[in-house]
């Protein structure tokens, strides 16, 4: 009870910007406990949760970038735009995704520059990389390749891991 008591006020003194929540278990399938004192989220990693729903997702309108990879998501993205407007990078690789439809949920993230779909069934299908292209038209980067094959640059990635220490 001490230490979540010493968390809230923490939270109180300097809002969280950043949380790494890989590998924790979800309840159900759910996310849990993310409530709108994380409203001030910049970056948020559920990797490898076991996460199927995003129904519980909280409004997060200063989220840039979402880790939800190694899960087992298959639809229910347009919570993303709903309540994650300001998104740039999506990472849902290795998930059940499976057709254009449920992707299509992503048109309306309009500051989306970065998805990561690989390992999910959908990057079976034939032309992915250019229908992917041609759904979401406000993307660069499309499984870390842009549409001319050339690679995404990791300098922001850099930048992050150094005020991440900071």
């Not at 300097?14 to 409203?39: A, H, M, Q, W, Y």
């Amino acid at each position: 009870v001490g230490s979540a008591k010493r968390f809230k006020l923490g939270l109180r003194d300097r809002p969280v910007t950043e949380l790494v929540l890989d590998n924790c278990r979800s309840s159900n399938g759910e996310i849990e406990g993310l409530n709108d004192s994380f409203k001030e989220l910049e970056f948020l990693s559920m990797a490898n949760v076991e996460l199927t729903s995003l129904a519980k997702l909280p409004t997060l309108s200063k989220l840039r970038k979402l880790e939800l990879s190694d899960n087992i998501i298959s639809g229910g993205l347009e919570v993303l735009a709903e309540r994650c407007p300001n998104l740039t990078y999506l990472n849902l690789s290795g998930n059940k995704i499976k057709d254009l439809g449920t992707v299509e949920a992503l048109q309306n993230l309009k500051n989306l520059k970065s998805l990561d779909l690989f390992n999910c069934e959908i990057t079976n299908l034939e032309d992915y990389r250019d229908s992917i292209f041609e759904l979401l038209q406000q993307i660069t980067y499309l499984d870390g390749f842009d549409q001319e094959d050339n690679e995404a640059p990791d300098s922001e990635d850099d930048d992050d891991e150094g005020n991440f220490l900071k």
